[in-house]
């Protein structure tokens, strides 16, 4: 029996965190092993699903699920809390911030390319002697050919972040959605770690999850998929096979959207 995916097409955005392992700093080859598999495996899930049915103008058959993947840079610099430190001006801070995001991207690239999953890095910033420059219609064309394109330096523009270079790179690439991996199982109505109590939401409306000024994402990003219609499904990545899940149309985490 073919599966049912929901997601031919997503834009997996994970916090450079998730490379480090908890409050780390850095990239930890056993955190990268483990993240590059779960990607693999998910880039495999529709492959063998009818061809007529699903596939966009121009994929190839057997393409699989197309990954597009922004990663974050918190294990390296936030630039807000650098620049509070006083020597170096935010504006700054922020591109060492969007550089770390590089670094992150290249650990990543090679992890998957290590275990036969091609991969490219292209960058919202220039520097072009190590990744490719992010040009839309090349995205476009990687990930059709099967590779996963990690979207390094966010937005390229200080004083915004990683949330909002998924959002928007999702929208460029018309993402069926966008992946939210987080050290919860989703979006809860108080913090889970507080409260006995606290409730899962299996899904919740934009309008919802901006009104309750959640922190799972900023505000600009949830503002930005409202606007073009792209869920946001906020999922535990930690959970082996989660990523392979959700792009199967499994319903776990919470569906924004
Ligand atoms: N950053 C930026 N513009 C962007 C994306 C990121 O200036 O479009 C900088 C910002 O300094 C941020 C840092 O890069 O603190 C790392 O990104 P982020 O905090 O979003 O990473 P995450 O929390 O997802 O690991």
Do not use: W
């Not at 090679?110 to 960058?123: D, F, K």
């Amino acid at each position: 029996q073919l599966a049912t995916p929901h997601y031919r097409r997503v834009l997996l955005k994970i916090s450079g965190e998730a490379l480090s392992g908890e409050g780390g700093f850095g990239v930890d080859p056993d955190e990268l092993r483990l993240i590059a598999h779960e990607i693999a495996e998910a880039a495999k899930v529709n492959a063998e699903v009818d061809p007529n049915r699903l596939r966009r103008e121009g994929d190839k058959p057997n393409a699989g699920t197309q990954i597009a993947v922004v990663v974050g840079g918190g294990n390296i610099i936030r630039g807000a809390a650098l620049a509070e430190q006083g020597v170096i001006p935010q504006a700054v801070a922020d591109q060492m911030g969007m550089l770390g995001t590089v670094i992150n991207a290249l650990a990543l690239k090679e992890a998957l390319e290590n275990i036969g999953q091609p991969a490219r890095v292209m960058s919202a910033l220039m520097v072009s002697s190590v990744a490719e420059n992010f040009i839309r219609g090349r995205a476009l064309r990687h990930l059709e050919k099967g590779r996963v394109v990690i979207f390094a330096a966010g937005t390229g523009n200080p004083f915004s972040t990683t949330d909002s270079g998924a959002s928007l790179r999702a929208s460029e690439i018309s993402a069926d959605v966008v992946l939210k991996a987080t050290k919860v199982d989703g979006i809860y109505d108080k913090d889970p770690n507080k409260f006995n109590d606290a409730v899962r939401f299996e899904s919740l409306s934009f309008d919802e999850a901006i009104n309750r000024d959640l922190k799972v994402m900023d505000i600009g990003s949830f503002a930005q998929c409202r606007a073009q219609n792209i869920p946001i499904v906020v999922f535990d990545m930690k959970v082996p096979g989660n990523i392979a899940r959700v792009v199967a149309g499994e319903s776990i985490g919470t569906r924004v959207g």
